[in-house]
């Protein structure tokens, strides 16, 4: 995504109206995605992250409400076996809500956000930092990292290139993102298939955006990929099943149609 000064405006201003003090869930338990993902895996299985969003920049409304939303997450959680979900909670672009980190499901919930101040790390197992956005910024990746650990968060770290990699592997993150919709707009798996061939990692590597059939599922498991993100356009939708079980298929080396 192509970061502006008009966003940044955006952020500041929420940020400075008290809404990440007001809203924030209070202390609770924290599950570590980490682990979580370790586990699938140890379990011969893909972990799989929901992205859930009531509402995106640009394509507008993907759920009539906040309440439909809230609904929506609590019924995901309760009915499909994900790794975890990823909860965009910005109020204006993406129609969020921060209390819904204050639910206490049995999955990791990661705050999604377009962070840039540590004001706004609050509530939430883990919390997405993108580097590109923080460099736009001018704000401290590590300073960020570092409050999310204070406050016994893990950090993801999210990447769209090569550079961006590299930086984010000299950063304490406990975990690295690779957007696969990359700084041109287009979603395209060879970005995650790119950046772990050229700079691997020992630290867990989500996949997230523009996967669509098992083929693309075999690949990013070839290439390393510990785990995937579904993207809030099929999550909020009809097609979210279809899509877990031609992934579920892919990795038990069979077409969504095979028994």
């Not at 940044?8 to 008290?18: F, M, P, Q, T, Y």
């Not at 919709?181 to 970005?191: E, F, L, M, V």
Request: hydrophobic share 40%.
């Amino acid at each position: 995504m192509k970061y502006t000064d008009e966003i940044l405006a955006k952020i500041r201003d929420i940020v400075e109206s008290g809404y990440y003090q007001r809203l924030a869930p209070p202390p609770m338990e924290k599950k570590s995605l980490c682990e979580r993902i370790e586990s699938i895996k140890t379990q011969g299985d893909l972990p799989i992250i929901g992205e859930v969003s009531t509402a995106l920049p640009v394509r507008g409304l993907l759920m009539p409400s906040r309440k439909y939303a809230s609904e929506l997450i609590e019924r995901i959680a309760n009915s499909y076996e994900l790794c975890a979900l990823d909860l965009w909670v910005e109020p204006r672009e993406h129609a969020g809500d921060l209390r819904w980190l204050a639910k206490e499901l049995r999955i990791p919930l990661i705050h999604n956000d377009w962070i840039i101040d540590s004001r706004q790390i609050v509530g939430g197992d883990a919390i997405v930092l993108d580097i590109s956005l923080i460099n736009y910024a001018n704000a401290d990746l590590h300073e960020l990292v570092e409050t999310a650990h204070e406050n016994d968060m893990e950090a993801i770290v999210q990447v769209r290139n090569d550079d961006d990699m590299t930086e984010a592997k000299k950063s304490e993150a406990d975990c690295i993102m690779i957007n696969n919709y990359g700084r041109n707009g287009h979603a395209d798996i060879s970005t995650s298939i790119n950046a772990l061939e050229k700079n691997g990692t020992g630290r867990p590597v989500i996949s997230a955006h523009g996967i669509t059939n098992a083929q693309d599922v075999r690949s990013l498991i070839v290439a390393g990929v510990s785990a995937i993100e579904i993207e809030a356009t099929v999550t909020c939708n009809g097609s979210f099943e279809k899509m877990l079980g031609s992934v579920r298929a892919a990795v038990k080396g069979k077409s969504a149609d095979e028994n």
